[in-house]
């Protein structure tokens, strides 16, 4: 209430072509005609270009990837590149987010700061605003450090320095660290995988997505093995278990979009696993196949959406 300051919230859109049709061999970026700034980053058989950046004043649960999004990217990437030829065809996924920035007078949505700023109110409320994801512990510790000093100095609690940067994130149990140390775990990961006949691509796929931990799955592959028709059928259920148990996966957009990224980046390897996934979680859950065909219902929606681009113009 004590600042005349107020939310600007702009849209964020990326695409998903074949690495084959943009075979960059690294991550890149480039500037297109308008003045923006692009990135094309290859990953694991794709390669994803983003983004835009328009004013977004629709529902903030459900941002869309409209046609003008794609048209966008599209051109921008075939002004820069001209022997791409890419066409939206080409799109095999795409995903939509929304920027929470403060509101700057006149200024476009890319000319707006990307910088957070902390808001105090008279009754003592501290609120975070602005800023990007990729600055969140940031953001948190800016924040828990103000908390920690006015209860200092209104109880005479003890001014800690943050030890959180100290604690490793789930998988991320890297002696040494670096990139050597991934190098080593994937090495690792080929010598159990190579027997049950996966692939460098499927070993690349766990030591990127589960870092440290993914032995864990590797191991419940070679339990689930006897039993299952095949290797893909116990990889999926061993996945599933790991998320399950290790990352608190309650639902099929929680397990083929927030840990695995399937949805965007294997869209189309999807179909077959989908009701087998619903299954297994299900029993997981204790719900039997009533819950099964509910997160089935529910993630279709999130199916669908990333390849039917919205035919309402963005707002400029």
Known sequence: PNSNKHLHLTKGVHIVVPFERFPARQALYFDVPDGRMLFAIPRQGITYLGTTDTTYQGDIQQPQTTEMDVSYLLRSANWMFPSLHLGPKDVISSWAG????????????????????????????????????TGYRKM????????????????????????????????????????????????????????????????????FNFGSNAPLILNKILELR???????SAALKAEIWYCF????????????????????????RLAPMLRPAAEELANLLAGGPALAD??????????????????????A
Request: with cysteine; net charge neutral; glycine share 8%.
């Open 98 to 133: 929304l920027r929470p920035l403060i509101h700057e007078q006149g200024k476009s949505p890319s000319e707006l700061s990307r910088k957070d700023e902390i808001f105090i109110s008279e009754g003592g409320l501290i609120s975070i605003a602005g800023g990007k994801l």
């Open 140 to 207: 948190a510790a800016r924040v828990v450090d103000k908390v920690v000093r006015k209860l200092h100095k209104r109880y005479g609690t003890p001014e800690k320095e943050s030890f959180t940067q100290q604690i490793p994130l789930c998988g991320g149990d890297f002696a040494g660290g670096g990139s050597e140390a991934v190098k080593a775990l994937l090495a690792s990961l080929a010598v159990v995988a190579q027997p049950l006949g996966l692939s460098t691509q499927y070993v690349e796929f766990l030591g």
């Open 226 to 232: 006897p039993a299952e028709p095949n290797t893909d």
């Open 245 to 268: 148990h290790y990352e608190h996966v309650q639902n099929l957009a929680d397990f083929f979009i927030r840990r695995t990224g399937r949805l965007y980046f294997q869209r189309d």
């Open 294 to 315: 509910q997160m089935l219902a529910e993630f279709d929606r999130e199916y669908q959406a990333v390849l039917n681009f919205a035919q309402v113009p963005a707002l």
